[in-house]
């Protein structure tokens, strides 16, 4: 797969130079992984400590959105493999349009997204100063702010894939990137593309599905 | 050494005079540039933080600290805390010599990732500037480790911007170990086998892996901190059954990890220095690079003995106590082969081997009281208290400045292609071994005696001991500015270097001084382990 | 003593006789590893300088059987001091039965002290010789630690939480008593008096300081102040569960778990009451946090401590 | 490209089946259980993700440890923290 690379400094192989792309990549969704893991460790022990408090916070959590939100995220993720299977047989239309299916995708996911946060305002999740509300008192007010910070974090890197996607989609409509040549701008894009998926894989069954 | 008349660096096309704009220093993708200015930056956040030093062993002149207020005072260390750690050592060998040195050692023209690696330099600089900015406007009162819930819901300093500064710089260390690891793995030259990297670039392939998994998880904690002090959401609010001692575990997580990506530079510095130093070959090589893998790997498995009177369970202290025992193998490890590379060498008392000399013995010191901290019912009278701040200072100015200094005064020629006075630089290795000892041993007894550390006033029977310390201070305020001064008088009056003045072994030796834009005229291909000295050279291998 | 120096902190329990004899055999160790490296480091730099005629034919490249012997003995050195320390550590972690328990209440930045018959103290902690003493400590706002360097001993004290350590001063004396965690604008000094007395001393100094009845007798006034007597009173006919006899026991709750009714748990029952129900009850108790000081806590849990030894209840004849 | 599109799709329907069971298991009879269903499900979801969509199928063994390598140091994280939480 490495036959068609382009090559360019410090690299005196092809070969040599895809992997080196391949292992930057995974060596940074690594240290996301660390991150999110981090935070998913913290959700984890809380509700080790609290089990009846996280189950109650659970049910809360607009069940709903959030699957629809999975399902979404798991097919743009189809349409960003597709479109790098394209790129790699260098058809330039092909793959922007697949990338641009795939940032629809993840607009609609952002838009739902808000109506839920909407959703959790109206049913007082969220902290508002001087309006104590009833459902975070005690240990359930921590699970939900760990899941807002999650979820927003989450998101913020859904905003930072939808420009890096963008970006993608661009040069290589604009021809600016060659396929296959350069198709390694599209591989990694996808690849963090994914990744952020794999995150809200996570997110779902711990904030979601943990209703006890 | 050679007898051929020696070029001026000067006379000849290098990275240095590649070009002379500001723009193609700031906008440089060479890594030796990159290290350079890294150099710059972390010589500047010393300097920052040093001031913060003084005014803390001012103030314990007397025992009741004429010099600050307690809030003067609780900045003045968190000052000190946070810049050394997180703009002075961590990124202080990796970014500079690892910068500089790790591409020439393995045969490479450059990092696998060069503009990243210049990204990487803008965002510690960006991270820098929010810290300082903080720091200018009034400071921080929470100390380096930003317990909760002093530091979300008590504390009235700039904790945000602080927090925001080191989460940024630590985005930048995360980017260079990317780099080191992608490096090592892929852009060996032909012939530079696993078993034929020098120490120095294990070492730092063992502290990228560290930089790369733990950083992450700081910057989570430093996010959740965020989150709680400035949206006021719950995180670890104690008064709604948030656990502190859960942001205690994230916190040390990276903290203690982030030791070894102190000291483990400065191991791979040492090694060289010695093996240079005795004209031989390291003693148990293997030992030695898997030593550092270990140190790397078991030092992920020790945090909790940050917290064995924090309320963590007495049966998790006594496992991270044991763990922590067990790290300290390895260490000693590469201790007695370093001491016994040097038996049957042919030694030259340079300044760089003085500094590695010194460096192992503060290390061992140093490391020997670590074990004391592990050891649970010591550590339940000296945790917190001045032991535990000799113990570290031993590993981090003994052990990691020392390094820093010894890799300085080696590979000084290399970088600038100019000698700076030898007899200056034996004169200041020795005034830092004598300052350091005179600074920091009387803390030792400090904290047996009980007196905590972060304490403004103290009291009296404790004068004596600190007087001494802040003595010895001074002493060591001179021997660092010594090498300022001889360094920066070498860039003009020190006479051309040449291509190996120290004799050593090496790739790097075998380019000019300072070496070309893209490092070698041509990839070198290896057929030789590291360290070939003569005298170790085995009957078969020429 | 000279007032600017002091050569090594006093003794005041056997306890801390025995830290220090552990901390100056590892100091001895310490040496006796150290010795060698500088020994040998400066010899063979020295030795073996350039220009001196000496043998250097054969320099090793390294050894197996050397490497093996300082990679397995400092382990071994470091495994015999693990037990060591651990078994100091563990015997100081169990307080023996019936020890005198004193309550410490933290704040920003002093130290209060409730001794079982009502009497307070700020800054100062007045204990008995020869008794074990245990301290339930916790904290209003910040972590602090309390540190009794005569002891040899530190216990974080934490907001939200009870910790607690135990202690039996052997040698009458006054003695320092510091927070070590850091904890803001006075840490320095936040510090007091630890003052060990003879247990006749101890008790006179008990009744000349003031009270209003026991610490357990206070409890019982804000139990019925607060109308928790109204549901867990032993003559009340709401369904709540009774406290006579649970303190020390193990509960069974909602869910099936088991819990031993400690200082911890009644403290999180008053103010988190719809977590951890006692099986069989309804979840309808009203969250007391916000509206209790953790003196008041304290004192509670006092009260629900002296009634719980009064009677036992089923489980402990189990 | 037709096969290897198919393959793809074909990850993508399991995908989907995938989430429907996790789902129904949050509303099935499994008590205690669910969690554990939904985790390993959560697993498998990014097992298939990472293998077929993130290339590590294509990939030789040190890129693969590098990106699983997470895994170990969160189980560590984990695993001693919890140490510490659960006997208290």
Known sequence: MSEYVTLREPYAARRQQSDADFLGMYVFLATEAMLFGALMCLTFLYRTQHPQASALAAQHMQLWIGAANTGILLTSSLFVALGVLAARHGQRRTTAGMLAGAMALGVVFLTLKGIEYGLDYRDGLMPVIGHPSPVRQGPAGLFIDLYFVATALHALHMIVGLVVLGTAATLVLRGAKRLPGQAVVVEMSGLYWHFVDVVWVFLFPIFYLARG | MTALPLQTPEERVSYLNAGHTLRSWFLTTDHKRIAILYLVAITGFFAVAAVGAALIRLQLMTPTGELLSHEGYNRAFTLHGVVMVWFFLIPSIPNTFGNFLIPLMIGAKDLAFPRLNLASWYIFVGGGIFTLYALIAGGVDTGWTFYTPLSTMYANGHVLAVIAGITIAGFSSILTGLNFIVTVHKLRAPGMTWGRLPLFVWSHYATSVILVLATPVLAMTLILLFAERALRLAIFDPSIGGDPLLFQHLFWFYSHPAVYIMILPAMGVVSELVTAGARKRVFGYWFVACASLAIAGVGFLVWGHHMFVSGQSPYAGAIFSFLSLAVAVPSAVKVYNWTATLYKGEVVLDPPLLYGMAFVGLFTIGGLSGLMLALLAIDEHVHDTYFVVAHFHYIMVGGAVSGFLGAAHFWWPKITGRMYPLVWGRISAGLIFLGFNLTFFPQYLLGYLGMPRRYPTYPPEFQALNVLSSAGASVLFVAYVLPLVYFTWSLRNGRAAGANPWGASGLEWTTPSPPPKHNFEQIPVVDRPAYDYPLTRARGDE | MNPFFQAWPPEASLHAVRVDQLFIAFSALTVLLTAPVFVLMSGFALYYRRGRDVDRTQAPRGNWRLETVWTIVPFLLALIFFGWAGWLFFDQGHPPTGALTIDVVAKQWMWKFEHPGGQREIDELHVPAGEPVRLVMTSQDVIHSLFLPALRLKQDVLPGRYTSVWFKAGLPGVYALRCSQFCGFDHSVMAGRFVVMTPADYSRWLQQAGTDGSLAWQGFQRFRALGCSGCHGPASTRRAPKLEGVFGHPVALDGGRVVIADEQYVRDSILYPAHDVAAGYAPIMPTFAGQVSETDLLALVAYVKSIGTAAPSQEAGR | ?88
Do not use: Y
């Open chain 4, 1 to 88: 490209m037709p096969r290897q599109a198919l393959t793809l799709v074909g990850v993508w329907v399991a995908l989907m089946a995938l989430l429907a069971t996790t789902i129904a298991a949050t509303f099935g009879p499994f008590g205690a259980w669910k969690a554990a269903i939904n985790l390993s499900v959560a697993f498998c979801k990014a097992g298939l993700i990472f293998w077929v969509f993130m290339h590590l199928r294509e990939q030789r063994g040190i890129a693969r440890v590098v990106a699983l390598s997470f895994l170990l140091w969160l189980a560590i994280l984990m695993g001693l923290t919890l140490a510490d939480v659960l006997s208290r």
